[in-house]
């Protein structure tokens, strides 16, 4: 999007968070987004692209990923495990239009993930955006002794690092 529209990074990551998507209609030709260049100068820089216009920026590079993933994922023998769902997380995986093309690329058991619900998670940290953190932090908190190869004192984990967790997500978001 940066490069496409000539913007600077952060322009950029708002337009796709704001307006992005990955399918057209036809409304989109007609919805506007105003942008601004690459000086910093709104007046001078000021102008507009249609939603459909950023959409064909996005969609090409998403499919791009998604290929990407496949090809690793194939390449790791994914194919032949039991359960081959994946699950998408991060702020990208709340693109409009990611949850119907994820399945043509790389597969039927595609879904988006979510964060579980966890006691004293605030509501702005339930989104797929964190499923990622709170899955780790959940992980963290819960070891399995099988997957790890050096012993942690139990009194250095559990609750407090949930405590810890939760405590961070609600100090920044």
């Known amino acids: 999007i940066s490069k496409g529209l000539q913007v600077p990074w952060a322009v ?3 337009i796709k968070n704001f307006y ?21 100068d709104w007046e001078k820089d000021r102008r ?3 939603r459909s216009e950023l959409i064909g ?3 090409p590079r998403v ?3 998604l290929e990407e993933v496949r ?4 390449a790791a023998g994914f194919e032949h495990l039991p359960s081959q769902q994946i699950v998408l997380t991060g702020g990208a995986s709340q693109i409009p239009g990611l949850d ?6 790389l597969g039927n058991q595609v879904r988006i993930g979510r964060p579980l619900r966890v006691q004293g998670l605030p509501q702005a940290a339930t989104g797929p955006g964190f499923a990622s953190a709170v899955g780790l932090s959940l992980f963290a908190a819960h070891p399995q002794d099988e997957w790890w190869d050096f012993e942690v004192p139990a009194d250095h984990y559990a ?10 997500f609600k100090d920044n978001w």
């Open 159 to 168: 609750g407090r690092s949930l405590r810890w967790a939760v405590k961070w």
């Open 71 to 74: 090809l690793r994922l194939d």
């Open 48 to 50: 507009t692209v249609s």
């Open 63 to 65: 499919e791009e990923i």
């Open 100 to 105: 119907g093309l994820a399945p043509k690329i």
């Open 57 to 59: 920026i996005m969609r």
């Open 12 to 14: 950029a990551e708002r």
């Open 20 to 40: 992005g998507g990955l399918v057209a209609t036809g409304i989109d030709d007609r919805e506007r987004i105003e942008i601004g260049g690459q000086s910093g």
